[in-house]
């Protein structure tokens, strides 16, 4: 097995950084959140999503194969020190059954140029924005949500996140506490954001998919406005399962919301980079 520890040979030093592993937190037997080192000149936008890798395992030959690489959302704000990701653990997975095994001080590769349509700028200006996702697609809205200029933008700022069980609620806690120990947004969070968890496979207070939320109205529960999308006032941004993702879509279009892109802005959008 590769040693993670020993220094890396990056096989194309213009497209990959060779960093150090800071923390892991192992949330159950399939989730785990890693932070790494941030070079100095790494600069993103909250919601992009960047490659991360590790050695190819050598062959028979004696010859190590290709770098494995993967597209990770980064899950720290814009203004933080080290970047953190979530993930799945995959067993045979070529990447993340070997990525759960890395410990802190173990190198990782890490892609130069983030990148992704999950950011304000691909966004038109509006009253409330909804952060709606599944499982590991919470990791861009951890960023977005902890930007000092999403609260300038919009009045509330919704994170729905939608699970099997309830372990699988990564930064619950964090997320429950309205983000109060954030260094940047802690004031504005209190008043402006909201959190809304929901488990289908185990009791919970909230036991529903993420559409039927917005189609009982439950999702807007709280807030100011009407209860549905509004194509005047209501952005949103989705990642998760492909499956939600083209349900939510189709009723955000429905109502008459138009995707948005990097280039075109509108009143939703989707990281097309993670869908089928």
Same mark, same amino acid.
């Given at each position: 097995?590769?040693?993670?520890?020993? &220094?890396?040979?990056?096989?194309?030093?213009?497209?990959?950084?060779? $960093?150090?592993?800071?923390? #892991? =937190?192992?949330?159950?037997?399939?989730?785990?959140?890693?932070?790494?080192? %941030?070079?100095?000149?790494?600069?993103? =936008?909250? /919601?992009?999503?960047?490659?991360?890798?590790?050695?190819? +395992?050598? /062959?028979?030959?004696?010859?190590?194969?290709?770098?494995?690489?993967?597209?990770?959302? @980064?899950?720290? &704000?814009?203004?933080?020190?080290?970047?953190?990701?979530?993930?799945?653990? +995959?067993?045979?997975?070529?990447?993340?059954?070997?990525?759960?095994? @890395?410990?802190? !001080?173990?190198?990782?590769?890490? /892609?130069?140029? *983030?990148?992704?349509?999950?950011?304000?700028?691909?966004?038109?200006?509006?009253?409330?924005?909804?952060?709606?996702?599944? !499982?590991?697609?919470?990791?861009?809205?951890?960023?977005?949500?902890?930007? *000092?200029?999403?609260?300038?933008?919009?009045?509330?700022?919704?994170?729905?996140?939608?699970?099997? =069980?309830?372990?699988?609620?990564?930064?619950?806690?964090?997320?429950?506490?309205?983000?109060?120990?954030? *260094?940047? $947004?802690?004031?504005?969070?209190?008043?402006?954001? %909201?959190?809304? *968890?929901? #488990?289908? %496979?185990?009791?919970?207070?909230?036991?529903?998919?993420?559409?039927?939320? @917005?189609?009982?109205?439950?999702?807007?529960?709280?807030?100011?406005?009407?209860?549905?999308?509004? &194509?005047?006032?209501?952005? +949103?941004?989705?990642?998760?399962?492909?499956?939600?993702?083209?349900? +939510?879509?189709?009723?955000?279009?429905?109502?008459?919301?138009?995707?948005?892109?990097?280039?075109? &802005?509108?009143?939703?959008?989707?990281?097309?980079?993670?869908?089928?």
């Amino acid at each position: 097995m590769t040693d993670l520890r020993a &220094p890396v040979l990056i096989p194309d030093s213009t497209a990959f950084h060779s $960093v150090a592993v800071t923390w #892991v =937190r192992h949330w159950n037997e399939h989730l785990f959140s890693f932070a790494v080192e %941030r070079p100095a000149s790494f600069r993103f =936008r909250s /919601g992009e999503f960047v490659m991360i890798g590790l050695p190819g +395992v050598e /062959g028979e030959d004696g010859k190590a194969a290709k770098p494995v690489m993967r597209a990770y959302s @980064i899950a720290s &704000p814009a203004w933080a020190e080290e970047l953190e990701f979530l993930s799945i653990k +995959v067993p045979e997975g070529p990447l993340t059954g070997r990525l759960q095994q @890395i410990e802190t !001080g173990d190198q990782v590769y890490l /892609g130069k140029k *983030p990148t992704g349509t999950l950011v304000l700028d691909a966004l038109l200006g509006g009253r409330r924005l909804f952060l709606l996702s599944t !499982g590991t697609g919470l990791a861009p809205f951890l960023s977005v949500a902890r930007d *000092p200029d999403v609260y300038e933008r919009f009045d509330e700022v919704v994170v729905v996140h939608g699970v099997r =069980r309830v372990d699988d609620l990564a930064w619950r806690e964090m997320l429950e506490a309205k983000l109060a120990e954030d *260094p940047l $947004v802690s004031e504005q969070a209190a008043t402006q954001f %909201r959190y809304l *968890p929901t #488990v289908t %496979r185990e009791d919970f207070p909230v036991q529903a998919r993420i559409p039927a939320l @917005i189609e009982d109205g439950r999702l807007f529960d709280g807030l100011g406005g009407e209860a549905k999308f509004d &194509p005047e006032n209501d952005r +949103v941004m989705l990642c998760g399962s492909t499956a939600m993702i083209r349900e +939510v879509a189709g009723m955000l279009e429905q109502r008459g919301l138009v995707e948005g892109s990097n280039a075109n &802005p509108g009143q939703f959008v989707i990281e097309r980079a993670f869908v089928d």
